[in-house]
């Protein structure tokens, strides 16, 4: 079984460290590896790709994990399978608090469970929840960075259009009225991975967290008439993930030394 590979992802055991950071989109794994000492490649598989280096001479690696919750359980699964116990997903969502601006980072403390995926594993009423651990090294990282951060609840669906497109959907005058409710409670952002991330940490006892650039805000651009505003440059997520894994290892190390 040590030398299984696993299926999707195509890695084994001593392939991947503890600490792995998680974006969605394939094309940015690269990118978040040049980050890491003596970075390698080691497998591209379907929509997963992952690099794995160094961060103060522990063993971190990058792996995609696709849209949406289906193929990011499968990732967290199959990694937790070779040795990770620590996940930050690196992403990007859209706003629904209309006083966030795109640039802004959102750091999630929990998600809205819209996906399907979660629901197989635990009942709905289970909350998807980030680890308190991973949070606070990225808010703390956030603000030695001087990243404007935010703390919040982020929404997460399964259909991409079913947001962008409602009035086309039969279903539309739910997902208007859902969407009104979490604006009314304060959600901050909306996207596809967290909650089935968070949820999937949970059964398998690892830590997970999530911070995500904040890459267009609808909301804002209609509440103060701002035209369309929109950013997708995920270096300063990336940064603060970096040095939040850091963080993270040398606390392990002291509390574990």
């Not at 399907?116 to 990282?141: C, M, Q, W």
């Not at 804002?220 to 997520?237: H, L, Q, W």
């Amino acid at each position: 079984m040590s030398n299984e590979v696993m299926h999707h992802i195509a890695c084994k055991k001593g392939d991947i460290g503890k600490y792995v950071i998680v974006p969605g989109d394939p094309g940015r794994v690269e990118k978040i590896a040049k980050y890491l000492d003596n970075a390698k490649h080691i497998a591209t598989k379907r929509e997963y790709v992952t690099y794995t280096g160094y961060l103060d001479g522990v063993k971190v690696s990058v792996t995609s994990t696709g849209i949406g919750g289906p193929s990011a359980s499968i990732a967290m699964e199959e990694l937790v399978m070779c040795g990770a116990d620590t996940f930050i997903r690196v992403g990007t969502c859209g706003g629904i608090d209309p006083e966030l601006i795109p640039g802004n980072l959102i750091i999630a403390t929990g998600a809205i469970r819209k996906d399907g995926t979660g629901r197989e594993y635990v009942p709905i009423e289970f909350p998807a929840v980030a680890n308190y651990d991973v949070v606070h090294a990225l808010k703390t990282a956030a603000d030695k960075l001087n990243k404007t951060s935010y703390l919040g609840i982020v929404e997460c669906k399964d259909s991409y259009y079913g947001q962008h497109s409602p009035d086309r959907m039969p279903v539309g005058y739910d997902l208007k009225n859902k969407w009104n409710a979490w604006k009314m409670a304060g959600a901050l952002g909306s996207e596809m991975e967290s909650s089935t991330l968070f949820v999937v940490a949970s059964t398998l006892r690892v830590r997970c967290g999530s911070i995500l650039l904040l890459a267009r805000n609808r909301e804002r651009e209609e509440k103060y008439n701002t035209g369309k505003i929109s950013t997708f440059d995920t270096t300063p997520a990336i940064e603060v993930a970096i040095q939040a894994i850091r963080d993270l290892i040398a606390s392990d190390i002291s509390n574990n030394g």
